[in-house]
C-alpha cells in the first residue's frame, strides 16, 4: 500500500455541475496521474503531475482541469460535467524508485446524470 | 501511432492449467513493458515489468512474462492457474521520460474449477 486514497469514492451529480476529485498521498511523491477507465478503453490517462504547480494534459485532457498546491494532494476538477465523463477515475503516484512502477488509489465511481 | 495491443477480450481457463494473457506491442525504441491486475471493485496492481536484461520477467503471485522483440510480443504466463487469478489483467508501456503509462484495453481471465 503505497498510502495513496482518493475522495470520494462515489458520487453522482447533475450534468452541468462542476466536481472535484481528490487525491492524497502520505509519501511526499513526485509524479502523481489521473486516468479514467471505461469499458473498451482500458484506462486512459487524463492529466499528470511532476511537482507542486507542474502539471500537463494526458490522452483526453478536455473538459478537465488539474491543480497541485501541495505536494501530498492532486484535484482533478471537471469544470462542467456531462454525461460522458460518467467513469471510474484512478489516482496513481510514481516512487520514481522503481522504475516507473505505479501505484494506484481505490478508484472514484462518478456518474453524471 | 506508439501502442499495446491486447487481442483478446476474455481468456478462459481450467483450474491447474497454464495461462496465457497475450499482449503485443508497437513502440519505438526500447520499450518498458508493464502488466497490471485489477481484481473487482480494486485499483490496479504492478504484476512485472520489463525493462532490460533477461527476456524472461518473474513477477508477483507466480506470474512471469517474456518479452519477445522479433515478434514484438510480452505474453503474461502461469504455469498452474487458480480460480482466485480470475481478474482483469493490462499490459501497458511507458511513453516518454515522464513516466506517463499507456494501457491496452485489458483482457478478462475467467479460471473455472
Known amino acids: 500500500d503505497a498510502g495513496i486514497t482518493q475522495s470520494p469514492r462515489h458520487k453522482v451529480t447533475e450534468t452541468g455541475t462542476p466536481v472535484t476529485l481528490r487525491c492524497h498521498q502520505t509519501e511526499n511523491h513526485r509524479y502523481m496521474y489521473w486516468y479514467r477507465q471505461d469499458p473498451g478503453h482500458g484506462l486512459r490517462l487524463i492529466h499528470y503531475?511532476?511537482?507542486?504547480?507542474?502539471?500537463d494534459k494526458g490522452e483526453v485532457s478536455d473538459g478537465y482541469s488539474v491543480s497541485r498546491s501541495k505536494t501530498e494532494d492532486f484535484l482533478l476538477t471537471l469544470e462542467s460535467a456531462t454525461s460522458s465523463q460518467t467513469s471510474v477515475y484512478f489516482c496513481?503516484?510514481?516512487?520514481?524508485?522503481?522504475?516507473?512502477?505505479?501505484?494506484f488509489g481505490p478508484g472514484t465511481r462518478l456518474t453524471v446524470l | 501511432a506508439q501502442s499495446v495491443a491486447q487481442p483478446e477480450d476474455q481468456v478462459n481457463v481450467a483450474e491447474g492449467n497454464p495461462l496465457t494473457v497475450k499482449c503485443t506491442y508497437s513502440v519505438s525504441g526500447n520499450p518498458y513493458l508493464f502488466w497490471y491486475v485489477q481484481y473487482p471493485n480494486r485499483g490496479l496492481q504492478f504484476l512485472l515489468k520489463y525493462i532490460t536484461g533477461d527476456n524472461l520477467v518473474k513477477g508477483s503471485y507466480g506470474f512471469e512474462a517474456e518479452f519477445n522483440k522479433s515478434q514484438t510480443s510480452f505474453h503474461l504466463k502461469k504455469p498452474s492457474a487458480l480460480v482466485s487469478d480470475s481478474a482483469l489483467y493490462f499490459c501497458?508501456?511507458?511513453?516518454?521520460?515522464?513516466?506517463?503509462?499507456?494501457f491496452g484495453q485489458g483482457t478478462t481471465l475467467q479460471v473455472k474449477p
Open positions: 503531475s511532476y511537482g507542486v504547480k507542474d502539471t
Open positions: 496513481a503516484l510514481d516512487r520514481q524508485s522503481s522504475y516507473n512502477e505505479q501505484f
Open positions: 501497458a508501456y511507458i511513453s516518454g521520460n515522464t513516466g506517463k503509462l499507456i
